[in-house]
Structures are given as structure tokens and as C-alpha cells.
């Protein structure tokens, strides 16, 4: 069995000599090449595992080589090696296309892990530790335009280390795309590591990121790893990193661009291997403009920016979606089955929950559902459109007479005629749904069972619409 082969490119003899041993002795094959001209000829003759590159060369950038490679057929992951402190050099490489970086003085040890790291991303699929959820099921279900954009964008980012900053609105489904990219990386044998940064307490923070050694404070009793230590060869996600406090922004920069964090009551520095990925609801942006977050920081995080569409985008995946949902509900029963109308209602709402609101509505309508089928009425959704039905508007008919007194009258809306809208929709909606309970369970002298009845819905779903619209029974 042959052994990977490298190709190196440095104009630096000293330098070029120092690599090409290290990863001899890492027992792989190098080539070695002073300048962009003899990489390329290298490059057309052979296949290499890992390309190795200085970021400036006597003939041009190597910035121009990452650019060729990326544009090729050949997926090999290309590093380039920076300057001591040149961490917008490092950022421009990522952001075209490179794996990887090194800084100078290259440290052996850090070289070592990069290296080894891109070589389980050129092994055959078949190989423990490569990217081998290639080919695997996606947990991202839907076949929208968008979601088979999102996948494809998740594939070509797996196969890099250069940070991502995820966005998209609360309940979008931000974790699921992280771990989907650390499951198709080479990283996907290593722990992925997710931390919601806003429900740290801000004097908790170093402790729990960096670590701690015993003693270090009062309380300290053993010594403790942080979260860059429980990551380490693996995926680190930031979620909501908007919410992290200046100060530890700062500390947080400095574990990025070293590689390195420092335990509390420690007296050096120990090397860590963790790909950042970061997300947020919030436009960080725009918590630059206003001092809320660091721009250097922002610089860091937001390499390669990765947008999660909201589900309103992707009502085509309701269909996939809601099966999904309830047979993980049903866990090992039957899955709830839907009622007549009750995709069409749920893609007539804006869902600003997004999925998270959708499985919440599932398993809500669910303890409202009789006999194992979700209409309708058991979704108690507030702005969707339900198609109407004779038997329904006969029902609603016989329990709509006169407003009862001191009731503001109901708007009544017919195309063409100059009405006044409402102020506020959901005010409005839930005035008119309070008024028409109150009038069925005042028909009924406030006979809960028989109030259901008239109105087309479950018992349980008339019980909660009543302690949602604080109705009470009359005393007396």
C-alpha cells in the first residue's frame, strides 16, 4: 500500500527542509516545489492527499493555488501557512477555499494535527473517520429549493476547518445544520459540542470555556476541563454568541486565533483542535455597528456565513415534515393521522416559531386529537386560514345572534366595501373567538360538552381555548 503523498511549496529552503522531514517522518511521501510554476507542474502530473502552501511566493500568491485547486475537479484539501499575526491573510484563505491554516514559527505539534486531520478528510469513504456520512440520510428532510441549496452548501463546507456563523430565525433548526456538518466532516468521529453562550453566567464563563485546575478558586475541588477541552478534535458550536459580554469576547478571540486556552490557575497554554462553528438569531452586523460585539471577533467567526431559511420559505416541506414529527411522537405506537384540511390550514400560517413551533403545535394538537386524528380545531392556530365548510358555518350560524350587551360589534368585511381594519389582528381574532364561545356556552346555559358540540370541536380543545381567553363560568 502506497503512502499519502504531500506537495509542499515554500520559497523558505529552512522552512521547506523542516516540513518536508515532519511529515516524512509522519511516514508520507513529499514533493517539494519552490514557486507557484513547479507546484502547478507538480500538480498536473500527480494526486496528492494534502497540498502544503506558503501564502507568498517569488511568482505570485498562494492564494492563487487555493483558487486553482478549489476550481478543479479534485477535492484535495489545500493549506496555506501565514505569517506570525497575519490573521486577515489566514481569514482571505479560508474564505477561498482552503482547508486549513498553519501560522509561522510553525509549531510541529499543531502542523501534526492539521495534517492528520486532512488526510481522514482524503481517505476512501469506506475508512473509519472520514467524512462518511456522504451518502448517508441528511436529518435535514425536505426537497424545497432551498433545503437541497442548504444541503449542497453543507457538503462543500464539511470538507473545510474554516469557521461558519450560522443565521436564521429561532427555531429554524441552526443546531441540526451544525451537526450535520460535523457529521459529514472528518471531525465526525470527535465530540460535537454545543453551547448556548446566552445561559452562562457572566462569572462562570472563563471556568466553563477554558477549565480550571484544583485550587484555583474557592470551590475548586478537582481539576475540571473546559468546553474547548470536551471539543478538542472535534466541532465546538457557539450558539446565540451575540449574548457573550465584551470581556469574554476577548478571551474567546484569542483561544481562536492561538489555538490555545489557558486553564484557571494554570501556568501555560495547552493546544486545542476545535472548529468553531457560531450561531445566532440576531445580525451581528449590526451589533458591530452599535459596540455590541467585537469587529475583530466578528472577522474571526464569520469566515463562511451559512443561512438557515425560516419554515414559511419551505412550506413545501410541511408534508415530510409533520409524518416525521408524529412518528417520533408515536415513538414505538401508531402515528397520529391527520384530518381532512389540516396540511392546507397549517401552510396558510407564517409559523414565526419556525420548526420548533411546528413540532410544539403537533404535539399539542395531540392531546386535544380524538382517536388518534388531528383536525383541525386541535391545531389552535391564531392567523390561519381555515377553508370554510357548510356544516361548520351553519353551526357557527346558530350560535351567533345579537352581540350581548355591551359587546363592541363585529366587523363585518365583504369584497369591495370600505371597512376599518383592525388595529391588531391577534387582539381582533381573539375578541372574535371569546365573543363566539361566550355566545355558544351562553346558549347552552355554560354546558361545556354541548358548547363543543355546537362549535365543531373537542371538549378538551373548548377547555383549553377557555383558560387561554381567561373565560370563567358565571357563580352562582
Given amino acids: 500500500m502506497t503512502s499519502p503523498r504531500v506537495l509542499v511549496v515554500d520559497d523558505e529552503a529552512d522552512l521547506r527542509e523542516l516540513l518536508e522531514i515532519t511529515l516524512v517522518r509522519m511516514g508520507l511521501d513529499v514533493d517539494s516545489a519552490e514557486t507557484l510554476r513547479e507546484a502547478r507542474a507538480f500538480?498536473?502530473?500527480?494526486?496528492?492527499?494534502?497540498?502544503?502552501?506558503?501564502?507568498?511566493?517569488p511568482d505570485g500568491l498562494g492564494l492563487e493555488l487555493v483558487q486553482e485547486v478549489g476550481a478543479s475537479n479534485k477535492s484535495t484539501p489545500i493549506a496555506v501557512v501565514t505569517a506570525y499575526g497575519s490573521a486577515e491573510n489566514a481569514v482571505v484563505a479560508l474564505k477561498a477555499g482552503a482547508f486549513d491554516y498553519v501560522s509561522k514559527p510553525v509549531v510541529l505539534d499543531d502542523l501534526r494535527v492539521m495534517v492528520q486531520s486532512a488526510l481522514r478528510l482524503s481517505a476512501p469513504s469506506s475508512q473509519a473517520g472520514s467524512p462518511a456520512a456522504a451518502g448517508t440520510a441528511s436529518r435535514l428532510i425536505g426537497e424545497s429549493a432551498v433545503m437541497q441549496s442548504l444541503r449542497n452548501q453543507i457538503e462543500r463546507l464539511a470538507r473545510s476547518m474554516a469557521p461558519i456563523a450560522i443565521t436564521g430565525e429561532s427555531g429554524s433548526g441552526k443546531e441540526l445544520v451544525a451537526r450535520e456538518i460535523h457529521a459529514r466532516s472528518s471531525r465526525a468521529g470527535k465530540p460535537f459540542i454545543a453551547v448556548n453562550c446566552g445561559a452562562i453566567p457572566e462569572a462562570l464563563m472563563e471556568a466553563e470555556f477554558f477549565g480550571y485546575r484544583k485550587g484555583a478558586f474557592t470551590g475548586a475541588a478537582d481539576e475540571r476541563d473546559g468546553f474547548f477541552h470536551a471539543a478538542n478534535g472535534g466541532t465546538l458550536m457557539l450558539d446565540e454568541v451575540a449574548d457573550l459580554p465584551l470581556a469574554m469576547q476577548v478571551k474567546?478571540?484569542?483561544?481562536?486565533?492561538?489555538?490555545?486556552?489557558?486553564?484557571?490557575?494554570?501556568?501555560?497554554e495547552e493546544p486545542v483542535d476545535v472548529r468553531i462553528i457560531s450561531a445566532t438569531h440576531q445580525n451581528l452586523a449590526q451589533c458591530v455597528e452599535t459596540g455590541k460585539f467585537r469587529q475583530d471577533l466578528f472577522y474571526r467567526l464569520n469566515v463562511i456565513e451559512l443561512s438557515v431559511p425560516p419554515l414559511r420559505e419551505r412550506l413545501d416541506d410541511l408534508g415530510v415534515l409533520v409524518g416525521g414529527m408524529l412518528a417520533r411522537l408515536a415513538g414505538a405506537g401508531q402515528p397520529a393521522a391527520l384530518g381532512p384540511q389540516v396540511l392546507d390550514t397549517l401552510r396558510t400560517y407564517s409559523f414565526p416559531g419556525n420548526v420548533r413551533e411546528l413540532e410544539n403545535v403537533l404535539e399539542r394538537a395531540l392531546a386535544f386529537a380524538n382517536d388518534g386524528v388531528i383536525e383541525v380545531g386541535d391545531l389552535s392556530l391564531k392567523g390561519a386560514r381555515v377553508a370554510e365548510q357548510a356544516p361548520a358555518a351553519e353551526a357557527v350560524a346558530q350560535v351567533a345572534p345579537a352581540p350581548p350587551a355591551g359587546a363592541a360589534p363585529l366587523a363585518r368585511f365583504s369584497p369591495g366595501a370600505p371597512a376599518e381594519l383592525p388595529s391588531s389582528l391577534p387582539d381582533y381574532l381573539e375578541q372574535v373567538e371569546r365573543e363566539i364561545i361566550l355566545r355558544a356556552l351562553t346558549q347552552t346555559q355554560f354546558n361545556r360538552t354541548q358548547a363543543a358540540l355546537l362549535l365543531g370541536i373537542s371538549f378538551r380543545q373548548l377547555r383549553y381555548q377557555m383558560q387561554k381567553l381567561d373565560i370563567q363560568e358565571p357563580e352562582g
Avoid at 474567546?252 to 501555560?268: D, F, H, M, N, P
Fill in 43 to 57: 500538480l498536473a502530473q500527480n494526486d496528492y492527499a494534502l497540498i502544503l502552501t506558503d501564502m507568498r511566493l
Fill in 252 to 268: 474567546l478571540l484569542r483561544a481562536i486565533q492561538e489555538r490555545r486556552v489557558r486553564k484557571i490557575g494554570a501556568t501555560s
